[in-house]
């Protein structure tokens, strides 16, 4: 079953909404975080590094949203969007309006989520 054309629109639609919003947190994040000293006594250094932590881990968490929101878009460029990366099979209409950056069907997103799972608990 092929992605219709008019959900294809609305996710491209999606996805370029969602890449604007992303680059404009990006933006804020990343000066929220210039011009930064670390003057003063121990305590405020370090209430000044757990900030830096803190705008350096939301940097990734946008990063990587915005890496598979363009890969989503290069798929739509490429034919390719739809269809999920791991096993070949369509990815339900449903799911891609409700994650248009979806890569993977919901069977092979829950394999690799368990697997992740399993690996933690052996580390541990």
């Known amino acids: ?9 609305k996710c491209l639609e999606m996805l ?6 992303l680059v404009d947190k990006a933006k804020a994040n990343r000066q929220s975080n210039s011009g ?8 405020d250094w370090a209430v ?15 990063r990587q ?11 739509i460029e490429n034919g390719d969007y739809g ?9 339900n209409e449903k799911r891609l309006l409700l994650m248009p950056f979806a890569l ?3 069977r092979c997103q829950s394999e690799i ?9 052996l580390a541990a």
């Open 104 to 106: 993977l069907c919901v």
């Open 83 to 91: 269809i999920c990366a791991e096993c070949g099979e369509p990815i």
């Open 36 to 43: 930064r000293d670390h003057l003063g006594d121990l305590c």
């Open 1 to 9: 079953m092929s992605l219709s054309e008019e959900t294809k629109q």
């Open 65 to 75: 949203s915005l890496y598979l929101i363009n890969q989503a878009l290069d798929a």
């Open 16 to 21: 370029l909404e969602m890449r604007g919003e």
């Open 113 to 121: 989520e368990r697997q992740a799972r399993m690996r933690g608990r």
């Open 48 to 62: 000044s590094n757990m900030e830096v932590e803190y705008v350096y881990m939301i940097g990734e968490r946008l």
